[in-house]
């Protein structure tokens, strides 16, 4: 199987530069400075099984068109479910018109930085099987087939298993000129294992992250299912019967499978500058890295590198252009440990007088706006860092946690709790069996500050989330944060059973 | 486009499989997004969202399958319905069967979409834009976010179901900042026509907190006896409706499971007269007196549509008395079949005054804005994580003598149903975290002692 590089023909069979060209004249004419307009078609597919059986099952299109213009320095905004060269005609006169309306809310100017002109481009992603040319039956079989090999052991009681197949078509075109037309897939699938005791219960989640492949992610060849599921009931049953963790300060050894939500809360989130500058500060909330901090704030360690990028490969945040029709690019956002960059959209550059953009607008629907949202957020390895067989050995006393699950930070980035899916104490340089009940809590510049050991490359795994939200009306968005494995000194580890009062 | 009821009646008639349900909601809204007092974004939205359910007839029961489109021409149909058949063949009989109700009517079928938009706020732009003037001003800078919705679904099947319902809802929040953003509140009001939101309260309440943060002292973590504002309350119990399926109870997977086996209904889980309820009739929070769902969940089941919501205690004088079923799991679990409404109401016997008069009854605690990233830490004891925001108070006396710093806690609803001390009367209120997600609530203020304020958060 060789890697797609069409976008479907029933996308581009609609009118698309019909309706663009239709919305841009339209709303050029009466008074509008900018244009952009979207036409937009998402299919997501769900398929949940419970004890191996379909207990969810959704498939769901959501195509229109979203109109955004700069009349007189303010936003009008207006979208439709409707593909027509009528309806995107009405929608340019109706986002001129919310525009005006909006005006006298709106004591500063709207501008956008100015970037390069790309004409009728087309980028699709890196996949080989849309998961909608796979039938239902087949889907549903394979993660069946999973769940099964879970229950035919003593210490699975229940399973439950997700899938979540989207692919995404868009084409955007601007006043200035840029029309893109992409297309692009990705897929999660999470398969759990629960066991009842007459404590009460535990369970444990295969560590695979969602990214940018199609149903090909299904085979053993991305990532080792068959291998995953086989190896879980021993880990579950092993993790039902550990002690209970001694709250304390602990090394820690975090694995990819949990660093990736660490990378993304407390440095994706706090690098985006239209929060850092006040944009979210009624909902998602700002940021401790202020832009008067840039090039000076000591984020962690001199071993921190991060990167942000849109093409990474069969990242979730990987596109050809983005919704502003700005070239995907990468760029530093922590070197040596000090913060040196930010996540910006043409707006938001603009707002703090930069030149350019790098990339990161996005809209969820064509129902929403654009706005700025994250890139692959990435912490790099060491180059010759060790491996994790390595890093393991040359921990005299301490804990690996591995795999994400509870997550929570403040919204100013600073405080994070975290838990996970499996926690490993580590005695002179061996596992010597799980704990269980362990939660890490940290304020953002510390916990990185005390990150001592970077593993190799061989220790790097990009892992992610489909479900980060922002904004009002709120949007979702999928994106991708790879890492290596690293090494934290004395971390604060609670005990939530001790925490729950119990 | 095609009229909502004309689709239904043209899918369900083409549909040759054994039943076919089809739903078509219907949406409007317009939104304002403000940040340092100025406009960031709007918007006037249409959306359409059309879900077609094929139902064919297996080993006595049924399989279902779903497939759901924003545009749907009338030439799509055999296609759509070729789809939804696929997906129900390949999903095999139905763990959530039960038989589909037949011939049943609700609600104006025949009535058109009425649209909302921009017109809506014809007196609260205005009045936003004196408020932005005043506060640039004063030095305060302004956060927030209007928005308006009406949403319109029907639901037609086969077998002679129509059903229609209507969810005008809309909402202000207001974050307010000043003294170079090192003070902060936020106030956020429910509505459904935008009458009930006066510009001048938010102005007063906004001011009134940001003066509250003039003395600011430091505190330790610690369990503190806590005041809990209605909306707070809101977002906590959220988290106790989304954990009350009762499938997940039986199975063993949840804080309402039994040791051993079965479900905890039936026992007492609160120190005071505990109410916790939903129903369609609550005067002040008109809902849907039917079950209405594109999809099957854990929660919900494309089975029951139409199936009729009354009025269903959760927690009554304490005891836990339901959890969220489906006819299915009403069958597993051998409990009545109590569907999750569209409203909640708690109450406390006795509770009455407004979070004032709750001010005045604590001697030495905690007074919240609002929690915030809320998440589940340990789902055995429903133990939650989150962080205060938007202004803590240390109150004393029974007055506000400053503010303090952010806390992250680590509590639990269930556990705090035994620590109430205080509450206020019940009233309609918005969630924090939840806000737009969940709405129609009405919760008193509590006071909950010991609250497990983990450690400080430097967070602003």
């Not at chain 1, 006169?93 to 100015?114: G, H, N, R, W």
Request: hydrophobic residues 40%.
């Amino acid at each position: 199987m060789g890697v797609n590089k069409t976008i479907d023909a029933d996308f581009l069979n609609l009118p698309l530069t019909a309706v663009s060209d239709a919305a841009i004249s339209t709303a050029t004419s009466a008074g509008a400075s900018h244009v952009d307009v979207r036409v937009e078609r998402t299919r997501t597919g769900l398929l949940a099984l419970r004890d191996a059986k379909p207990e969810t099952q959704s498939d769901e299109t959501l195509a229109g068109v979203g109109v955004r213009v700069i009349v007189n320095g303010a936003w009008g905004f207006a979208s439709s479910p409707e593909i027509s060269v009528k309806v995107a005609q009405q929608l340019a006169l109706t986002a001129v018109a919310m525009a005006k309306t909006s005006k006298p809310l709106s004591t500063q100017e709207i501008s956008l930085v100015t970037e390069p002109v790309y004409a009728q481009k087309t980028w699709v992603s890196d996949y080989e099987i849309d998961p909608f040319s796979v039938s239902d039956g087949d889907k549903k079989d394979r993660l069946a087939q999973l769940s099964n090999s879970l229950l035919k052991s003593s210490n699975v009681n229940h399973t439950s298993a997700h899938a979540m197949y989207v692919k995404e078509q868009k084409h955007y075109a601007d006043s200035y000129g840029t029309s893109t037309t992409q297309q692009r897939v990705r897929m999660q699938t999470q398969i759990e294992a629960i066991s009842i005791g007459t404590g009460g219960f535990e369970s444990m989640r295969t560590l695979a992250a969602p990214s940018g492949y199609g149903w090909e992610w299904m085979g053993n060849t991305h990532w080792n299912w068959d291998a995953e599921i086989e190896e879980l009931p021993a880990l579950l049953a092993e993790k039902v019967a550990s002690p209970s963790v001694v709250p304390g300060r602990y090394d820690v050894l975090v694995h990819p499978s949990n660093l990736w939500l660490t990378i993304h809360e407390s440095i994706g989130h706090a690098t985006e500058l239209d929060r850092a500058i006040g944009y979210e500060a009624n909902y998602a909330g700002t940021s401790f890295a202020t832009p008067d901090k840039l090039n000076t704030l000591k984020y962690g360690s001199s071993l921190m590198n991060v990167t942000g990028d849109r093409n990474t490969p069969h990242g979730l945040s990987t596109v050809g252009f983005d919704d502003e029709g700005v070239a995907a690019q990468q760029w530093d956002i922590i070197k040596d440990g000090i913060l040196v960059g930010y996540q910006l959209d043409r707006r938001i550059a603009a707002a703090v007088n930069r030149d350019r953009s790098n990339g990161c607008a996005y809209s969820d629907s064509p129902a929403h706006v654009p706005i700025q949202r994250m890139p692959n957020v990435s912490l790099q390895p060491n180059p010759t860092g060790p491996t994790y067989d390595e890093m393991v050995s040359s921990m005299e006393d301490g804990i690996i946690i591995k795999g994400d699950k509870s997550w929570s930070i403040d919204m100013q980035r600073y405080n994070f709790q975290f838990t996970g899916q499996q926690f490993h104490r580590v005695k002179s340089g061996k596992i010597v069996g799980q704990l269980k009940d362990v939660a890490y809590q940290a304020t953002t510049t510390d916990f990185w500050g005390s990150m001592k050991v970077v593993g190799g490359p061989s220790t790097y795994v990009l892992g992610g989330a489909f479900n980060c939200g922002k904004a009002q009306p709120g949007q979702v968005a999928a994106v991708s944060h790879g890492c290596p494995a690293a090494i934290f000194d004395k971390v604060n580890i609670l005990n939530t059973v001790a925490e729950a009062g119990k | 486009m095609i009229s909502a009821q004309d689709l239904i009646e043209k899918i369900t008639s083409a549909a040759t499989c054994d039943d076919c349900i089809v739903v078509v909601k219907d949406k409007t809204q317009a939104n304002l997004r403000w940040a340092s007092s100025t406009l960031t974004t709007n918007g006037v939205i249409t959306e359409r969202n059309v879900t077609v359910i094929a139902f064919i007839a297996q080993d006595g029961g049924m399989a279902a399958g779903g497939v759901s489109r924003t545009d749907v021409h009338e030439s799509d149909i055999p296609q759509l319905l070729e789809q939804a058949v696929a997906a129900a063949k390949a999903a095999g009989k139905a763990e959530d069967f039960a038989p589909l109700a037949t011939n049943v009517s609700l609600g104006d079928w025949n009535g058109q979409h009425v649209p909302t938009g921009p017109e809506i706020f014809k007196d609260f732009a205005p009045a936003l834009g004196d408020m932005f003037a005043r506060s640039v001003s004063h030095d305060i800078e302004l956060f927030g976010y209007a928005e308006h919705t009406h949403e319109t679904t029907w639901i037609g099947s086969k077998g002679g179901m129509r059903l229609r319902k209507d969810s005008p809802v809309g909402r202000v929040e207001m974050t307010g900042k000043s003294h170079q953003r090192s003070r902060s509140t936020w106030s956020g009001i429910e509505t459904r026509d935008f009458k009930n939101v006066s510009v001048a309260d938010i102005d007063a309440d906004v001011r009134q907190r940001l003066n509250w943060q003039a003395k600011k002292v430091d505190m330790p973590a610690g369990h503190y006896d806590t005041i809990l504002p209605s909306g707070s309350v809101a977002d906590l119990f959220t988290y106790m409706l989304w954990v009350s399926g009762a499938r997940d109870a039986f199975e063993g997977q949840s804080v309402f499971s039994k040791p051993g086996g079965g479900t905890r209904v039936g026992e007492k889980l609160s120190n005071v007269g505990f109410q916790f309820f939903t129903d369609p009739n609550y005067a002040q929070l008109p809902a849907a007196n039917f079950v209405a769902t594109a999809v099957s969940s854990p929660f919900s089941s494309v089975f029951d549509n139409g199936q009729p919501i009354k009025h269903v205690d959760w927690i009554k004088d304490g005891v836990l008395q339901s959890l969220i079923q489906t006819r299915a799991t009403a069958a597993l679990t051998a409990l009545d079949f109590t569907p999750l409404g569209e409203n909640a109401i708690m109450s406390v016997d006795g509770g009455k005054g407004s979070l004032t008069d709750l001010i005045s009854k604590v001697d030495d605690g905690l007074l919240l804005t609002t929690f915030w990233y809320i998440r589940m830490v340990d789902p055995n004891s429903l133990l939650l994580t989150g962080l205060t925001r938007d202004g803590v108070y240390h109150v004393k006396g029974g007055e506000v003598v400053g503010a303090t710093n952010n806390f992250r806690w680590n509590d639990s609803p269930i556990s705090a149903l035994s620590r109430i001390a205080h509450a206020s009367a019940t009233e309609w209120t918005q969630p924090r975290e939840w806000a737009g997600d969940v709405t129609n609530m009405a919760m008193p203020a509590l006071v909950i002692k010991d609250f497990n304020m983990s450690t400080v958060s430097p967070g602003n």
